[in-house]
């Protein structure tokens, strides 16, 4: 793919609202998950929810995109200056030629939930509109309204690697002349829908998400919303997307690939020319799961060795699911500007199985090209290469 400029970003999760406060926790080691209840759930697990959703209003205009999900989505959208960015983009290349594509796995399932608890005589409140929030397209139909778009919007749902290819559907559209540059994101929230069908598959954890350690047991989930805005002129002191690397395992519905030989091709294409040797950081989908983890650390052992420093970021935030990709790319690009690694969060020591340079302290260090991964439910695998301008 052609390189893209970054003139945006901004992220939202339960580790604060934009860049800045995600530095700080970064840097600070201050989780944001917590041992509570989403609110009926009687789960005992740790989840990363985001403060003060339950107050979000929507613009009058776009009330009937109300739910969970969009909510999140207007309050990512209102950090960091992203409104005004891509208010400025607008102006110039108009309306009809910013594209906008957006990952979620689960929508507004949880505005459903709530509909089927009012169900009467077989039919959901009147209150309730399907396409306006559960319908996996109402987070891109919300985005390109909020944002006064009129080009083409693409909801991508592809399990937790949804909006890392968001990226390169964008590198797609702008290359084929669909669009001139594109918002791309991922909003995701929690539902019970998410937290019991992960613990049925015995994959939620019941303490904090220890990635990488011999005595972690499963993942923590957790909620968020992130978006970029993507043009094609690259140029100095801004940020780029040089990469994205997709493959598909085609080994199960829910377990990786042992060997990681899927995640070893979307690193490779992600990477193209670059010489494995020149990645400065790896943040790895790193689930706390014991066949995630494992599967990708046989996957980036066999590309990069065993030098490259590599960290799980999950135990801020949780497991973000559909928005896993774009909140990790904004952390690669925090840890750009920042010069600065952060550790595996919760990860007492390395699992000695485990091959990769997993960092268990964080460094202070330049970082010129950072790789992040995702890897979802049915084997679907996305990387995505950020660096400088070429």
Known sequence: MKPLAIDSYTVTSAAGRGRDAHVVALRAELTGLAQRHFEDA????????????????????LAAFDCRNNRLAELALGAD???????????????????????????????????YRERTDDSLPDWFDYRTTQNTYSIADYTRARLGLEGVAVAVSAACASSAKVFASAAR???????????????????????????SLQLVSSEICRPADPGRKGLSIGEAGGFALLTPAPRAGVPACLGCGESSD???????????????????????????????????????????????????????????????????????????????????????EQGFMPRSLNTREKDP??????????????VDYALSNSFG?????????????P
């Not at 199985?353 to 330049?366: E, W």
Request: hydrophobic content about 45%; glycine content about 12%; aromatic content about 6%.
């Open 250 to 336: 085609a080994h199960h519905m829910s377990q990786p690939r042992p060997d990681g030989a899927g995640a070893v091709l979307a690193m490779r294409a992600a990477l193209g020319t670059l010489d494995p040797a020149h990645v400065s950081y790896i943040n790895l989908h790193g689930t706390a799961t014991p066949a995630n983890d494992a599967s990708e650390d046989a996957a980036v052992s066999a590309l990069f060795g065993t030098a490259t420093p590599c960290s799980s970021t999950k135990g801020w935030t949780g497991h973000t699911l559909g928005a896993a990709g774009i909140v990790e790319a904004a952390v690669c690009l925090l840890a750009m």
């Open 377 to 389: 439910f049915g084997g679907t695998n996305c990387s995505v290469l950020l660096g400088p301008a």
């Open 173 to 199: 559209a702008i290359e084929s002349g669909f669009c001139d540059a594109a918002v791309v994101g991922g909003v995701d929230t929690l539902c019970l829908t998410t937290l019991y069908g992960f613990n």
């Open 42 to 61: 009687e789960l005992a697990t740790w989840i990363g929810a985001v403060a003060g959703l339950e107050s979000v209003r929507l613009p009058r205009e």
């Open 81 to 115: 200056g992203f409104l005004e960015s891509v208010a400025a983009a607008r102006s110039r290349c108009g309306a009809r030629r910013i594209g906008v594509f957006i990952g979620t796995s689960t929508s507004g399932v949880r505005h459903t939930e709530l509909a």
């Open 353 to 366: 199985a485990l091959k990769a340079n997993v960092l268990l302290s964080a460094q202070q260090a330049r």
